[in-house]
C-alpha cells in the first residue's frame, strides 16, 4: 500500500473515530408536539375558550337544522291535503331554510377555523418557548420533533407538559 492512501486511510479513522466520541457526549430529546398540543393544560383550555365562544351559534344551528326537519315532516305529512299555493309556500320556506342553514354552516366551521387555527399558533409559540427553555436549562444539545423512531428514554414530553402547567 503506498503511503498517501495509508495516511488517508488514518485520517479517514481518526475522523471517525472522533465524530463517534462526539456523538457519544451529546444530549438528545425527543418531544412529541401533537401530544402537548393535546394534553397540555394551555391547550387544553383552548379548546374549552373555543367551545364557550362557538356554543351559541352551535345551538343556533342546531334549533335552524330541527325547524329544517319538522317543516319537512310537515309537508311529508300533510302534503297531500294541503293547498297547492301553501304547499308551494312550504316547499320554498323549507328550501329557504335549507340554503339559510348550509350558509350558517360555512361560515360557522370557517370561523372556527379560522379562531382554531389562532388558538393554536399561540400553543405552538407557548410550547416552543417552554421547549427552548427546557432544552436550555438542562443543557440539551438538540431536541427533535417528528421523528419516525425515537427511544422512550430521550422522550421528555411529560416534562414539557408539565412546565407548560406552571
Not at 24 to 36: E, Q
Not at 73 to 92: F, V
Not at 107 to 125: A, G, I, M, S, T
Request: glycine share 2%.
Amino acid at each position: 500500500m503506498n503511503k498517501v492512501v495509508l495516511k488517508q486511510l488514518v485520517v479517514a479513522v481518526s475522523l471517525l473515530v472522533s465524530s463517534v466520541t462526539a456523538m457519544a457526549d451529546m444530549k438528545i430529546g425527543f418531544v412529541n408536539t401533537d401530544r402537548v398540543f393535546r394534553e397540555a393544560p394551555i391547550a387544553l383550555a383552548a379548546q374549552k375558550k373555543l367551545e364557550k365562544e362557538f356554543s351559541g351559534r352551535d345551538a343556533d344551528l342546531q334549533k335552524m337544522a330541527k325547524q329544517a326537519r319538522d317543516l319537512q315532516a310537515q309537508l311529508e305529512k300533510d302534503g297531500l291535503t294541503m293547498s297547492d299555493a301553501d304547499k308551494q309556500r312550504k316547499e320554498r320556506d323549507l328550501a329557504n331554510l335549507n340554503r339559510d342553514y348550509q350558509r350558517s354552516v360555512r361560515e360557522f366551521r370557517e370561523d372556527l377555523n379560522v379562531r382554531r387555527n389562532e388558538e393554536l399558533v399561540k400553543v405552538q409559540d407557548k410550547a416552543r418557548k417552554a421547549i427552548q427553555a427546557y432544552g436550555e436549562s438542562e443543557k440539551y444539545d438538540v431536541i427533535l420533533e417528528d421523528v419516525i423512531y425515537f427511544s422512550p428514554k430521550i422522550d421528555i414530553t411529560d416534562r414539557i407538559i408539565r412546565s407548560l402547567s406552571q
